[in-house]
């Protein structure tokens, strides 16, 4: 399972074998290195997405007493994408301040549709952090 929020870093390429090394030497040294196994090519990974048009995603519903609060705030929650792209958990990464704003973000996004996140090109379950905006007009 991949953390979205998180991609593995680029491993460092190995050092070059030196040029100064004597013949005998370098072929016994090209000779191991032949023998040992290359380690495997990186997995390409592409993220989940909830920002494609087509998913029709509406935003969360803003609670009627924070608008009448002014209640304003910004919630960033993870959530984990299943390889059909429904949400099967989520849960609170960063509060709003306000709890009303807060459980009407994380009821919309268990609700939302995504595109799934990919491993090699192949939809895999993944965690993604999904940050829902609450501003009055």
Wanted: glycine share 4%.
């Amino acid at each position: 399972m991949a953390e979205a929020a998180a991609p593995p870093a680029a491993k460092p390429a190995a050092p070059a074998a030196t040029a100064t090394a004597s013949a005998p030497a370098a072929e016994a040294a090209s000779n191991t290195a032949s023998a040992a196994a290359a380690p495997p090519a990186a997995a390409r990974i592409e993220l989940p997405s909830a920002s494609a048009a087509y998913l029709n995603n509406p935003p969360p519903p803003y609670p009627a007493l924070s608008r009448r609060l002014g209640e304003q705030g910004r919630v960033v929650l993870r959530v984990r994408i299943e390889p059909d792209g429904t949400a099967s958990a989520a849960e609170i990464r960063t509060s709003s301040g306000y709890e009303r704003l807060d459980q009407a973000a994380l009821q919309a996004v268990l609700r939302w549709r995504y595109v799934p996140g990919k491993r090699n090109g192949v939809p895999e379950a993944m965690w993604f952090l999904v940050p829902v905006q609450f501003v009055l007009q």
